[in-house]
T-cell receptor, first 114, second 114 residues
């Protein structure tokens, strides 16, 4: 089964800086990788999906990269704001056969200081 | 996008009792998923609920402990039976819908077992 690793330590940055979060996975390369945001007391909210044949994807201030050689995805938030403070989860399809049910990483907490 | 209403939002229960969590979706969906999120941990899939058939449980989860109902395409319940303090967790229901295989989540049920 897939193992997903995200930094367990919180990432603290100053407002206006770029936040970069890392998601590493083992075993097979997934057909896609997703990023979610989770606020305290709430369910995760989908942000972006990047497919295995895509190197980079952008959405407003968000940018995701996908390196299937390194088995790694980077999630960037540019011009970060205190409102971006949350836990960010990466998720991959569970099975090598393309099972669509995502498996989640533990998430990395981002704290943006004003 | 799917809107999911989940209740109760939180509960404090005594050891040995059972709690039923309800999940209502604003559109018809084939599959609904139940996750558990323990403090500091990733989301763990408990089971997949299909309408008209038995739920499919993940390794480590059994029907006697977590019975699930799926009476129609918009509603599901998860019961946590014979609770112990180890069942204290956040329970989330989810559906997969639309492009990008995105998951939509309910707001979660914070369960504390004394």
């Amino acid at each position: 089964s897939q193992k997903i690793e995200q930094n367990s330590e919180a990432l603290n940055i100053q407002e206006g800086k770029t936040a970069t979060l890392t998601c590493n996975y083992t075993n097979y390369s997934p057909a896609y990788l997703q990023w979610y945001r989770q606020d305290p007391g709430r369910g995760p909210v989908f942000l972006l999906l990047i497919r295995e044949n895509e190197k980079e994807k952008r959405k407003e201030r968000l940018k995701v990269t996908f390196d299937t050689t390194l088995k790694q995805s980077l999630f960037h938030i540019t011009a970060s704001q205190p409102a971006d403070s949350a836990t960010y989860l990466c998720a991959l399809p569970r099975g090598a056969g393309g099972s669509y049910i995502p498996t989640f990483g533990r998430g990395t907490s981002l704290i943006v200081h004003p | 996008s799917a809107v999911i209403s989940q209740k109760p939002s939180r509960d404090i229960c005594q050891r040995g009792t059972s709690l039923t969590i309800q999940c209502q979706v604003d559109s018809q969906v084939t599959m609904m998923f139940w996750y558990r999120q323990q403090p500091g941990q990733s989301l763990t899939l408990i089971a997949t609920a299909n309408q008209g058939s038995e739920a499919t449980y993940e390794s480590g989860f059994v029907i006697d402990k977590f019975p699930i109902s799926r009476p129609n395409l918009t509603f599901s319940t998860l019961t946590v039976s014979n609770m112990s303090p180890e069942d204290s967790s956040i329970y989330l229901c989810s559906v997969q819908q639309g492009a990008d295989e995105k998951l939509f989540f309910g707001s979660g049920t914070q369960l504390s077992v004394l």
